[in-house]
């Protein structure tokens, strides 16, 4: 079965407001990617942060993570149409699993 | 221009055929990877490369095989053993295992009949 699951699986928002979708794992992990796929494309990296990190940001986005909770929240702030897309998250475990959750699909209505 | 390519983007074959899906990258990454993606669902890997002519199986290897004869190739053969082959396949790259970030290729889309 696969490491991660996200949460909603769809989400739509006005444009300007904030996005929030969560990943939960089941296993220790090393690291925690979070990804973003336009329809019919491939994805393409927004963040990595580690199992040492709690949280993390670049531009718009933020990232936490409880290791406790196995889980991680992606949040995009300020949302705009172009952030319309399928973000899914990646868990890198011991021994070389690497999982991809089911993603969310995020649509920013203008 | 630096990047990871595939070919070709759609893909059509009759059931029983074998077809290989080829991926490039100038990126100079030391990994390589196949994911597979179904219609709302996310990425399954298929399998990685972490050094060139070596190469593991990922959760659905079956039906499939690969090779790593240079490090910018990785080309997936789909074999007629596997049963589900009508798929969007997805090939990546990155400077080493699954620590670090992945850089994926636009996609094939392959569907058979």
């Known amino acids: 079965s696969q490491q991660g699951e996200e949460d909603p699986q769809a989400l739509s928002i006005q444009e300007g407001e904030n996005a929030t979708m969560n990943c939960s794992y089941k296993t220790s992990i090393n690291n925690l990617q979070w990804y973003r796929q336009n329809s019919g494309r491939g994805l393409v990296h927004l963040i990595l942060?580690?199992?040492?990190?709690r949280e993390k940001h670049s531009g718009r986005l933020r990232v936490t993570l409880d290791t406790s909770k196995k889980s991680s929240s992606l949040l995009i702030t300020a949302s705009r149409a172009a952030d319309t897309a399928s973000y899914f998250c990646a868990t890198d475990a011991s021994g070389n699993q690497f999982y991809f959750g089911t993603g969310t699909s995020l649509t920013v209505i203008p | 221009d630096g990047g990871i390519t595939q070919s070709p983007k759609y893909l059509f074959r009759k059931e029983g055929q074998n077809v290989t899906l080829s991926c490039e990258q100038n990126?100079?990454?030391?990994?390589m990877y196949w994911y597979r993606q179904d219609p709302g669902q996310g990425l399954r890997l298929i399998y990685y490369?972490?050094?060139?002519?070596?190469?593991q199986k990922g959760d659905i290897a079956e039906g499939y095989s690969v090779s790593r004869e240079k490090k910018e190739s990785f080309p997936l053969t789909v074999t007629s053993a596997q049963k589900n082959p009508t798929a969007f396949y997805l090939c990546?790259?990155?400077?080493?295992?699954?620590?670090?970030?992945?850089?994926f290729g636009p996609g094939t889309r392959l569907t058979v009949t």
């Open positions: 490369s972490q050094i060139v002519n070596d190469f």
């Open positions: 990126l100079n990454h030391d990994a």
């Open positions: 942060i580690r199992s040492n990190e």
């Open positions: 990546a790259s990155s400077w080493g295992g699954f620590s670090y970030e992945q850089y």
